[in-house]
């Protein structure tokens, strides 16, 4: 029954509203009956509280975002029953038990005495609380104008970065202009407070003229009788009204200083006046020694002091009390935690790259006692995007006790490709072919290149370099081993989620190529593949735009990767010649011509790319003629050239026997390089 008459109200509440404003107009032209203007004044009053009420219990002011327009209406309200007020006292001399009772009541019955305190209410109106209302309005009416550009340029990059989705970027906007309609609305509607303050200073002063000009010219009463009855009425009535037009300029100066809080006002005034325990036994303090001042009264400060000093032992005990109820929901909730079936899906992943050590080599990656590993890893990271083009996955660090003491494991999606040991209190000395002089140490394999090496103290470290031994630091022989590593091994990092990153990034300046290429010509896994044939050889991937557009030309004569991967590196002809150049000049050897026909001859063309089928001993040749070729012939870099049609096939033969010979095909190099053959790998088809 209440609920359905509740919804009847809510469903017609804009009749009452039009209703309510209607009868406002009626008040101010139909006289009224005393016992009515009782009831509306009542209504006025209870009115100005509620308002009040309702201001200091929101958080935000667009919760109460009618004020504006209940401000116009409530000062329409406040005028209509002066109006009405002052026609009762200048005709019948009467306004009714409530203007009486604060005529007589609250100002004792002395009229100068009210018209004094009506006073003092309408200039705490008038000049402070109404004009300081007034112009933080304005301010904030300004600034949020002025901030609006701004907030509607984060929403949008927030909408673009996928932060948040389209309907809350929407209602974002939407209260964004609430609040600058809600603010400018209430620039201008501040002014009604202050006309509603003029209005009653003028409508008083005319009341106690008007009523001075009846009281003796009409009823024929005394100068005395006249001032008393109507000067007190007048009085009254002031009190009437103003007290809840104080009521209200006091809710329009919360609503519109309300800052971005947590809470009402409130919690807000508790949370952030009583809340300092330090602060506030400091004045405890202060306010007992006041009152042992000779001359200061003791029972106000001692009492003031003793609230204080409450407040502090309060204070700590919540603070405690919340300690303890955090701690044990902590508690329950770990309680809780192993109760629920165990997620093992994060034991199921598997970090890229990790950097497992010994517990003696803790001080090489613990800041606190002088290691600077963790920069040292940041600066790898770097330079390894600057010359392979691609961003290494972040490294974990992480201590074995099953290693030894002085060991370290680096592996690679959870398999070990490196191990080596450190001597933290030594120095790895190597010798680069100019020692003078042999010096004494702990002989060792240089773990990233395999070099001998010795490890030496400090006082043998400053021998080893005047002898010509190349001497670094523990945390230098991890980063180089480990920067090796990653270079070996980049193809194998470099996953779909990394190329996706790479295209995304090359996708904000040229949107066009990687639009055309993906997905309609290629997928980003047959991408990533390419992208992983070029690393697996040594060559950069930072030249994407160019390896980019490349797939997109060819891509539409063949999906082949192997033959994606040649056109791609004869498109990058330029840089590959610059990589193995040495003062100006490419030294490289060459294959004979029958090696190149039995090679071609052997090629297959499979759904898993290209295969090579050659007689065993014959490889084996292969093998041992290229390998007799280089070491009679010093190279700067192992480099045989080859024709295109049989590049990638030798490669993929010889990659496993000769990792480190480099195959160039005739079409990579480019025509201002000079070339140098050196030998030639020689035929020959006997076992």
Same mark, same amino acid.
């Given at each position: 029954?209440?609920?359905?008459?509740?919804?009847?109200?809510?469903?017609?509440?804009?009749?009452?509203?039009?209703?309510?404003?209607?009868?406002?107009?009626?008040?101010?032209?139909?006289?009224?009956?005393?016992?009515?203007?009782?009831?509306?004044?009542?209504?006025?009053?209870?009115?100005?509280?509620?308002?009040?009420?309702?201001?200091?219990?929101?958080?935000?002011?667009?919760?109460?975002?009618?004020?504006?327009?209940?401000?116009?209406?409530?000062?329409?309200?406040?005028?209509?029953?002066?109006?009405?007020?002052?026609?009762?006292?200048?005709?019948?001399?009467?306004?009714?038990?409530?203007?009486?009772?604060?005529?007589?009541?609250?100002?004792?019955?002395?009229?100068?005495?009210?018209?004094?305190?009506?006073?003092?209410?309408?200039?705490?109106?008038?000049?402070?609380?109404?004009?300081?209302?007034?112009?933080?309005?304005?301010?904030?009416?300004?600034?949020?104008?002025?901030?609006?550009?701004?907030?509607?340029?984060?929403?949008?990059?927030?909408?673009?970065?996928?932060?948040?989705?389209?309907?809350?970027?929407?209602?974002?906007?939407?209260?964004?202009?609430?609040?600058?309609?809600?603010?400018?609305?209430?620039?201008?509607?501040?002014?009604?407070?202050?006309?509603?303050?003029?209005?009653?200073?003028?409508?008083?002063?005319?009341?106690?003229?008007?009523?001075?000009?009846?009281?003796?010219?009409?009823?024929?009463?005394?100068?005395?009788?006249?001032?008393?009855?109507?000067?007190?009425?007048?009085?009254?009535?002031?009190?009437?009204?103003?007290?809840?037009?104080?009521?209200?300029?006091?809710?329009?100066?919360?609503?519109?200083?309300?800052?971005?809080?947590?809470?009402?006002?409130?919690?807000?005034?508790?949370?952030?006046?009583?809340?300092?325990?330090?602060?506030?036994?400091?004045?405890?303090?202060?306010?007992?020694?006041?009152?042992?001042?000779?001359?200061?009264?003791?029972?106000?400060?001692?009492?003031?002091?003793?609230?204080?000093?409450?407040?502090?032992?309060?204070?700590?005990?919540?603070?405690?009390?919340?300690?303890?109820?955090?701690?044990?929901?902590?508690?329950?909730?770990?309680?809780?935690?192993?109760?629920?079936?165990?997620?093992?899906?994060?034991?199921?992943?598997?970090?890229?790259?990790?950097?497992?050590?010994?517990?003696?080599?803790?001080?090489?990656?613990?800041?606190?006692?002088?290691?600077?590993?963790?920069?040292?890893? /940041?600066? $790898?990271? =770097?330079?390894? +995007?600057? &010359? %392979?083009?691609?961003?290494?996955?972040?490294?974990?660090?992480? !201590?074995? #006790?099953?290693?030894?003491?002085?060991?370290?494991?680096?592996?690679?999606?959870?398999?070990?490709?490196?191990?080596?040991?450190?001597?933290?209190?030594?120095?790895?000395?190597?010798?680069?072919?100019?020692?003078?002089?042999?010096?004494?140490?702990?002989?060792?394999?240089?773990?990233?290149?395999?070099?001998?090496?010795?490890?030496?103290?400090?006082?043998?470290?400053?021998?080893?370099?005047?002898?010509?031994?190349?001497?670094?630091?523990?945390?230098?022989?991890?980063?180089?081993?480990? /920067?090796? $590593?990653? =270079?070996?091994? +980049?193809? &194998? %990092?470099?996953?779909?989620?990394?190329?996706?990153?790479?295209? !995304?990034? #090359?996708?904000?300046?040229?949107?066009?190529?990687?639009?055309?290429?993906?997905?309609?010509?290629?997928?980003?896994?047959?991408?990533?593949?390419?992208?992983?044939?070029?690393?697996?050889?040594?060559?950069?991937?930072?030249?994407?735009?160019?390896?980019?557009?490349?797939?997109?030309?060819?891509?539409?004569?063949?999906?082949?990767?192997?033959?994606?991967?040649?056109?791609?590196?004869?498109?990058?002809?330029?840089?590959?010649?610059?990589?193995?150049?040495?003062?100006?000049?490419?030294?490289?050897?060459?294959?004979?011509?029958?090696?190149? &026909?039995?090679?071609?001859?052997?090629?297959?063309?499979?759904?898993?790319?290209?295969?090579?089928?050659?007689?065993?001993?014959?490889?084996?040749?292969?093998?041992?003629?290229?390998?007799?070729?280089?070491?009679?012939?010093?190279?700067?870099?192992?480099?045989?050239?080859?024709?295109?049609?049989?590049?990638?096939?030798?490669?993929?033969?010889?990659?496993?026997?000769?990792?480190?010979?480099?195959?160039?095909?005739?079409?990579?190099?480019?025509?201002?390089?000079?070339?140098?053959?050196?030998?030639?790998?020689?035929?020959?088809?006997?076992?």
């Amino acid at each position: 029954m209440l609920n359905s008459s509740m919804r009847r109200i809510n469903q017609y509440s804009d009749v009452y509203v039009i209703f309510g404003v209607v009868m406002i107009i009626v008040i101010m032209i139909l006289p009224l009956p005393p016992f009515m203007l009782d009831i509306l004044l009542a209504v006025n009053i209870s009115l100005a509280l509620l308002i009040l009420l309702l201001t200091m219990n929101v958080s935000e002011a667009l919760e109460i975002s009618i004020f504006p327009s209940l401000l116009l209406i409530t000062t329409l309200f406040r005028l209509a029953l002066n109006i009405s007020s002052t026609r009762l006292i200048l005709l019948r001399g009467v306004a009714g038990q409530i203007i009486v009772a604060f005529g007589n009541f609250v100002v004792g019955g002395n009229y100068v005495v009210g018209f004094v305190i009506f006073l003092i209410l309408v200039i705490i109106q008038f000049i402070v609380i109404t004009k300081g209302s007034e112009r933080v309005a304005e301010v904030a009416a300004r600034f949020t104008l002025d901030a609006m550009p701004g907030k509607q340029m984060s929403i949008d990059a927030d909408l673009n970065s996928g932060l948040i989705t389209e309907d809350e970027a929407r209602n974002k906007r939407r209260t964004i202009e609430r609040e600058a309609d809600f603010y400018g609305s209430m620039d201008g509607a501040s002014k009604f407070v202050k006309g509603d303050a003029i209005a009653g200073i003028i409508i008083t002063l005319i009341n106690i003229v008007g009523g001075l000009a009846v009281g003796m010219g009409q009823r024929g009463l005394a100068f005395d009788q006249a001032v008393s009855r109507y000067t007190l009425l007048t009085v009254g009535d002031g009190l009437v009204s103003q007290i809840p037009a104080l009521l209200i300029s006091t809710a329009t100066g919360i609503i519109i200083t309300r800052a971005a809080s947590e809470g009402n006002l409130g919690q807000d005034f508790n949370r952030q006046l009583f809340s300092n325990s330090k602060v506030l036994g400091i004045a405890a303090v202060v306010l007992f020694a006041f009152g042992f001042v000779p001359g200061l009264p003791f029972f106000p400060f001692f009492l003031l002091g003793t609230f204080a000093a409450l407040t502090v032992f309060f204070n700590r005990q919540a603070q405690r009390d919340i300690s303890e109820q955090a701690e044990i929901q902590h508690e329950q909730e770990e309680m809780e935690e192993s109760k629920k079936p165990e997620n093992v899906l994060s034991l199921l992943q598997v970090d890229q790259v990790e950097l497992e050590i010994g517990y003696s080599l803790i001080p090489l990656v613990d800041t606190d006692q002088g290691g600077d590993m963790l920069e040292r890893i /940041t600066m $790898i990271r =770097r330079q390894c +995007a600057l &010359e %392979l083009g691609m961003v290494v996955p972040i490294i974990r660090i992480r !201590d074995n #006790l099953q290693l030894s003491p002085n060991g370290y494991a680096i592996k690679l999606k959870g398999i070990e490709v490196g191990e080596g040991e450190l001597m933290v209190s030594h120095y790895l000395a190597m010798d680069s072919g100019g020692v003078s002089k042999q010096v004494t140490g702990i002989a060792t394999k240089e773990p990233a290149f395999g070099l001998d090496a010795l490890w030496v103290d400090e006082e043998t470290r400053e021998k080893a370099e005047m002898a010509g031994y190349t001497v670094v630091d523990p945390p230098s022989v991890l980063a180089t081993h480990l /920067t090796e $590593i990653i =270079r070996a091994h +980049a193809h &194998e %990092l470099l996953g779909r989620q990394e190329v996706k990153t790479l295209l !995304d990034g #090359l996708k904000e300046e040229y949107s066009a190529v990687v639009t055309e290429l993906v997905p309609d010509l290629l997928s980003i896994g047959e991408v990533q593949k390419v992208l992983q044939n070029l690393l697996r050889e040594g060559l950069p991937i930072r030249n994407l735009l160019t390896i980019l557009e490349t797939l997109a030309d060819s891509a539409t004569v063949a999906k082949d990767i192997d033959y994606l991967t040649e056109y791609v590196r004869e498109a990058l002809a330029r840089q590959i010649s610059r990589l193995y150049i040495e003062n100006k000049v490419l030294s490289i050897i060459t294959l004979d011509q029958g090696w190149e &026909e039995s090679i071609a001859s052997g090629i297959d063309h499979s759904d898993r790319g290209i295969t090579i089928s050659l007689d065993p001993r014959l490889l084996q040749k292969l093998f041992y003629e290229i390998n007799q070729c280089l070491e009679e012939n010093a190279l700067p870099y192992p480099i045989i050239l080859v024709s295109p049609t049989i590049r990638m096939a030798l490669k993929r033969l010889t990659e496993r026997s000769i990792p480190k010979l480099i195959v160039l095909s005739y079409n990579e190099i480019v025509p201002d390089i000079q070339v140098q053959a050196m030998g030639t790998v020689k035929w020959s088809n006997e076992g």
